[in-house]
């Protein structure tokens, strides 16, 4: 973040002399200036900045959001430990942009299932049997 900065004097009353020479107003006038100069800079400078930066970080936000698409499953049959599973949708390979979830429980890559083939799939293999009538919840990151 690039801030503009605050080059307001703030040492006004301190260039005064020990012996007042001016008017009560022109003194009121000494005193209140700092305080002027730093509203001024706020307003006219400091929050402009802000707002702007504000505004690039919240499109570079938008370019890296990425889609979630959720799906729900019910197993008609068993899953063998050893079958190709087929996905309702196709994930990226290898980029975390899987979830598996078995009846609510998040599942663990390599450890409970693996991912099957390269790039785009939309094939995984479960590394249990699943039994028939179970849920699958698939969270998908694009």
């Given at each position: 973040m690039s801030l503009t900065e605050c080059t307001v004097e703030t040492n006004?009353?301190?260039?005064?002399?020990?012996?007042?020479?001016?008017?009560?107003?022109?003194?009121?006038?000494?005193?209140?200036?700092?305080?002027?100069?730093?509203?001024?800079?706020?307003?006219?400078?400091?929050?402009?900045?802000?707002?702007?930066?504000?505004?690039?970080?919240?499109?570079?936000?938008?370019?890296?959001?990425?889609?979630?698409?959720?799906?729900?499953?019910?197993t008609l049959a068993e899953i063998a430990e050893d079958e190709d599973y087929t996905i309702p949708s196709i994930y990226n390979v290898n980029t975390h942009g899987l979830d598996v979830y078995f009846e609510g429980t998040l599942l663990s890559l390599e450890e409970h299932y693996t991912e099957r083939g390269t790039g785009q799939s939309d094939k995984i293999r479960f590394k249990f049997t699943v039994p028939k009538n179970s849920v699958l919840t698939f969270v998908i990151r694009k």
């Open positions: 006004n009353v301190q260039k005064l002399p020990d012996s007042p020479t001016q008017s009560a107003q022109e003194l009121k006038k000494v005193f209140d200036k700092v305080g002027e100069d730093i509203k001024k800079y706020i307003n006219e400078t400091l929050i402009p900045d802000i707002e702007e930066e504000d505004d690039k970080v919240e499109e570079n936000i938008k370019k890296i959001i990425i889609k979630t698409y959720k799906y729900n499953a019910t």
